[in-house]
């Protein structure tokens, strides 16, 4: 990404393709007069107020052909969303007219903007802090209320502000303990090392209890993976389709009828959960099957829960499992693992060759169980979250992992000072905090951290 200001940057801010109107956007010094060079109306953008609207048309300027009727708004700056002077030509929407807009802007001198490239603007230039501009990302992308109403308060500045008042808490240490750094030459110990322990205590648990809140925040922001497993004609694609209420996925008497993985989502609870249903696990030599038996592994990797169907109307002898047991094995301590019991409209006498704990019995034909495992989804995959704990949810990995290595440097300071050894140790690991601290909201960011956060984006945002 290019960190320049001082050129004027132009892109197509509304989705391509055909709809209502399209938004064209500009934003830079040279925003005005761009714009006044392709737009004949009531008035010029150079002359007209901030937040004012005017009718008129796009001209051509060589050609002088009228490419559309639009509606030209004026932001100045820095009363604009990045600060700098914005126009924004709000034309029909199309293939065509908006393309055609914005190459007459290229023309005049616009460079094309980079993916977030607006909102970096926003963001060097002050108008929102690090956290806060990914909350706009978060907004666009947010499927649910609850992620929804997650990136509005981060957005707002909540978590931006209890970050800062953190880094506050920590500076004040910081202030003491240089005190006493001074003070210590001449043998005056000016503050009880208890206090500040018992400080760098209350901060390391701020810090910890924000960075547990991810657990509900990744799954607020991502939803629950969970895979569909279980050997040909268990009924995995069946259910797929009773859980989305159509026939999505091809199902057969045939075994080995799924080849390809086939994701899906719904929500449960204003949850999102997105199933995927895959390939039964048999051996097998046909290249196909076997490819999609791959795919079945890698679905189950990125499971959080994974769902091992049986077929209930069969007996199942226990070499017959042995890659359920495989994967309980292997995944025992990583991944939920629900037993599902198909097809219990059959009434076959069912021997639990496993001594399968707590299995939900269902029935993909009569629906009998589908409530039952719904429950058991959302019971087993939300987190037991404290959530009056942190007073707000972080929905971002990169948050997390700063808000990790906070809390080691602040513990490793707390520990320096318990056992008794000086001040200069501790403060070096609380400058660390600081640092990680100021990367959520943008003080500390290294730049290809912040290049890697908006080359996220889309472009026009
Ligand atoms: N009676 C009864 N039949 C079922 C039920 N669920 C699935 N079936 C039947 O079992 C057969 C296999 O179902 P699928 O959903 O294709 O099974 P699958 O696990 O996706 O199989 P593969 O894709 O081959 O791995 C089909 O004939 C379904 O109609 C059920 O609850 N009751
Ligand atoms: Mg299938």
């Known amino acids: 990404m290019v960190y320049q200001s001082h050129d004027t940057i132009a892109a197509i801010a509304t989705p391509i393709g055909v709809g209502g109107i399209s938004v064209i956007r500009i934003s830079g010094p040279a925003a005005f007069n761009m714009a006044d060079a392709v737009f004949r109306g009531s008035a010029a953008a150079k002359d007209s107020v901030s937040h004012s609207i005017h009718y008129g048309s796009v001209v051509d300027p060589v050609s002088r052909e009228t490419i559309d009727t639009i509606l030209l708004s004026v932001f100045r700056n820095p009363n604009s969303y990045t600060g700098e002077d914005i126009v924004e030509l709000s034309s029909h929407g199309g293939y065509y007219v908006s393309q055609k807009i914005l190459l007459l802007l290229y023309h ?26 990914e909350a706009v990302a978060d907004i666009i992308h947010s499927k649910t209320e609850r992620a929804h109403k997650a990136s509005v308060e981060q957005l707002s500045g909540k978590l931006s502000a209890i ?34 322990v018992e400080k760098l205590l209350r901060v390391e648990k701020s810090v910890n209890n924000l ?25 995995k694609s069946s259910l797929l389709n009773v859980l989305l209420m159509e026939e999505r996925a091809i199902v057969s008497e045939i075994a080995g009828t799924t080849r390809d993985t086939i994701e899906e989502s719904i929500l449960l609870d204003g949850v999102e959960f997105v199933f995927n249903d895959t390939a039964g696990l048999r051996e097998s030599i046909d290249t196909l099957e076997l490819e999609g038996i791959k795919r079945t592994s890698r679905a189950i990797e990125g499971a959080d829960v994974i769902l091992l169907l049986l077929d209930g109307s069969l007996n199942h002898s226990p070499e017959d499992l042995n890659f359920y047991n495989d994967l309980i094995e292997k995944y025992r301590n990583s991944k939920s693992i629900l037993w599902l019991i198909n097809k219990s409209d059959i009434k076959t006498k069912f021997v639990n060759p496993l001594g399968i704990d707590n299995p939900i019995w269902i029935s993909c034909k009569t629906h009998e169980g589908i409530n039952a495992l719904k429950k058991r989804l959302l019971e087993t995959s939300l987190p037991h979250y404290d959530s009056a704990a942190a007073s707000v949810t972080i929905t971002s990995g990169r948050h997390r992992d700063a808000l990790e290595k906070a809390s080691l440097s602040i513990g490793s300071a707390r520990k320096t000072i318990e056992g008794g050894l000086g001040g200069d140790f501790a403060a070096v690991d609380l400058r660390g905090a600081l640092n990680y601290l100021g990367e959520i909201i943008g003080i500390t960011t290294p730049d290809d951290i912040l290049n890697n956060i908006f080359s996220n984006f889309c472009i026009g945002k």
């Not at 657990?215 to 569909?228: M, N, P, Q, Y």
């Open 211 to 235: 960075s547990a809140s991810y657990r509900e925040g990744k799954i607020i922001k991502e939803g629950i993976r969970v895979a569909l497993v279980g050997k040909p004609n268990a009924g």
């Open 163 to 196: 970050v800062k008042d953190l880094r506050e808490e920590i500076l004040n240490i910081c202030s003491l303990l240089e005190l006493e750094l001074d003070f210590s030459q001449e043998g005056i110990a000016l503050t009880d090392k208890n206090t500040v």
């Open 108 to 133: 005049m001198g616009a460079r094309p903007a980079e993916p977030g490239e607006f909102t970096l603007r926003a963001f060097l230039n002050g108008k929102l802090d690090l956290a806060q501009a």
